[in-house]
């Protein structure tokens, strides 16, 4: 089963699409869709980079100077590309994918991106290998500081494995930051036999709450969106065979911070943005009900004070209170209209 559908995820990515455009699914984020400094950087990119480049969302984070970024799946390049400009000379990006005409592609205008950075020296790395086994592609333990991916872990026939190793290699207090495919149901296998319902990441979505319990198997009990947007699916085809299913392309962020829970608990805790994160000024969005505005304080659950406090985020707030006194489950709700919320969104998941 597993070398049937890297043959077909190959064959598909590697010869049968020819550029985005041929993609029968709006999976491909517009650049609209983008920060404008991510779009800025794009900019800068080689055309051919763009072009043959399939992604759903965009998973870059901030707060990337200096760190090491691993790109699962990273096609020809393009967030490598953009990572490699927002790590700057003291970072680094590796690039990871199994294709071979992704990654010559990706390969072949490292020399061009480098000068075209100002940089001196390459920042960038791009290995042959599968995302099952990191270890093999030379990935040690608690080395990474953000794993990326881009509509990616959706081909592989072992989600879980997948998970597990990009558990393995981040750091304490790392990110695992992407964009990919979720489904609203547990779908049916044999779909997973046709080549373009598989290439074109439909077949290999995640149920969200299968992706929710294989998360705390690994040992992260909380994660959160960024965005949500639902799937057109136009080929009349392929909107037959899938039935009544419906797909949403999901940017997700989860930490590597052993203190999470799996439920939002009131501490009494406050956190206050500093705006000292690049590209940040006026505030920070941590996830979809999460937006820290510079200078304010905001009451918080714990899980939300941990990502913030035990990661690279930490010098960006100033954090008020411990875990030494306990008041129950985190309110949300009630929190929010404290705050001024009109929209009642929640604190946590």
Known sequence: MAESTYEMVQEYYGKVLGGSDDLKTDACCSMDSMPAHVRAIIGELEPAIVEKFYGCGSPIPAALEGCTVLDLGCGTGRDVYVCSKLVGPTGEVIGLDMTDEQIGEARKHEATQMAR??????????????????????ISDNSVDVVISNCVINLSPNKEQVLREIVRVLKPGGELYFSDVFADRRLPV????????????????????????ILADCGIRDYRETTRRRLSIDDA???EKLGDATFCSITV???KVESLEDRCEDFGQTVRYRGTIPH?????????????????????????AAMLQETRFAPHFEIRGDRSSHYGLFHCHEVASVQGNDDGASCCC
């Open 117 to 138: 950075f100002g940089f001196e020296q390459s920042n960038v790395r791009f290995v042959q290998g599968y995302m099952e086994d990191l270890a093999q592609a030379g």
């Open 190 to 213: 044999a779909l997973q036999d046709d080549p373009v319902l598989m290439g074109e990441c439909l077949a290999g979505a995640l149920y969200l709450e299968d992706f929710r319990r």
């Open 237 to 239: 085809a392929v909107a």
């Open 253 to 255: 962020r989860a930490f």
């Open 280 to 304: 940040e000024p006026c505030g920070f969005t941590l996830d979809d009900h999460h937006h820290f505005a510079k200078g304010k304080y905001v009451s918080v659950c714990g899980n939300t």
